[in-house]
Structure formats: C-alpha cells, structure tokens
C-alpha cells in the first residue's frame, strides 16, 4: 500500500506538467488556425484582421480527447451531402469511430470527399462533421467540423479530439457553400469543447 501511495506522489509533478504541455499544445493549434484566416482570399476574414478577436474557444479539457475504435465501411457508395447554401458535395462514408465520451458510448461517421481525395497532399484526409446538445445556445446551430487523415488510424484504433473542433465558414460570413452534419452524426450528449460561437453577428 506504501509503495502505491509513493508512485501516485511521483507521478503528480508528471501528470500536472503533461496536463499544462497539452493545453500548450492546444493554444498554439487554435492560434495557427486563426492565422490561417489571413492567407487565404476566400477566407471570410482576409482584409479583416479586427474581427478575429470574436473568434471564441472553450477552454481546454483533456477529457474531450478520447481513443476511439475505427471500423472501415468500404462497400459505402458516394452520396451527395447537402450543404447550407442548398448545393450539395459528394462524399463517401469512409468508417465509423467508436468512443466513450463521459462514461456513455458515442459513434461517428467519417467521409472522404471525393473532390479533395485528387487534389495533391489531400488523398488521407477525412471530414468529420457533427452536431450536439450546444448548438444554439453555446456553439453554432450548423454545427462543427473535425479534420483528420487516415494515416492516423493505427491498429484500428484513432484519437478523436473535440478541443481542436471548428466552425465552418457559414458561421462567420454568407455565401459558403458548408457541409450539414448528417442525421447519424448528431449526438446527444453536450460537447463543450473546441469553437464556441462567433461573437460578432453577420
């Protein structure tokens, strides 16, 4: 019992320092990604640096990084997503990942576009797009969006963090044509992790 209640004492500095390196991690992701607003002139803030300071995030919270099961969906045909602008994007339901989120189990669906798998550099990503119990109130009401690539899939297993969630477009500006999160990605359950709500009405 003694020597248990050592290793748990040693262990503290470690465990603090790997929680402070994490959220470390985290704030230099979130400060990449609003510069990347500034380089790209379809972006809905380029020529309007003033306004990314209405850009919100919620702290960040180990817990909402979870492992999650992948299970392969290779006979999925391609299907046409719709989007807020009332157009639609081709896609294929590439897997679906398998978590525990709070002690309940939760799934999601990945899909590949089939535009983005011929563009250079593109080919292993994936799109994950959700909604949950906060959209409205906390989050934007069209949802929110996870990147990942399929060379982070190992062994069939994948880490899903929902601190490095975002907004789409449509949350800032009109006139994008945003991915809806499919029916089988809304979860019931509240995810007050990543992109908050764009403080600045449009």
Not at 43 to 70: C, G, H, M, Q
Not at 107 to 113: I, N
Not at 141 to 155: A, F, M, Q, T
């Amino acid at each position: 019992m003694k020597n248990i209640f050592l290793f748990f004492i040693l262990c503290l500095p470690f465990l603090g320092f790997a929680q402070k390196s994490y959220k470390k991690s985290i704030r230099e992701h979130r400060k990449e990604y609003k510069s990347d607003f500034l380089k790209s002139e379809r972006s809905p803030f380029y020529n309007k640096k003033a306004d990314l300071k209405f850009i919100r995030f919620f702290r960040p919270k180990k817990r909402y990084k979870v492992e999650a099961t992948f299970e392969a969906t290779p006979d999925e045909k391609v299907f046409e997503m719709a989007t807020y602008s009332g157009m639609v994007k081709p896609y294929r339901k590439y897997g679906v990942l398998k978590f525990k989120l709070n002690g309940k189990e939760q799934q999601l669906a990945v899909y590949q576009s089939m535009k983005m798998i011929n563009v250079p550099g593109y080919k292993n990503y994936l799109f994950l797009p959700f909604k949950d119990l906060t959209n409205d109130r906390k989050t934007y009401g069209g949802g929110r969006y996870i990147n990942l690539k399929s060379s982070e899939i190992k062994d069939g297993k994948m880490m899903l963090d929902f601190n490095k969630n975002y907004n789409p477009y449509c949350a800032f500006s009109d006139g994008y044509n945003c991915p809806i999160p499919p029916g089988e990605n809304h979860l019931e359950v509240a995810i007050k992790a990543g992109e908050r709500k764009f403080a600045k009405a449009h």
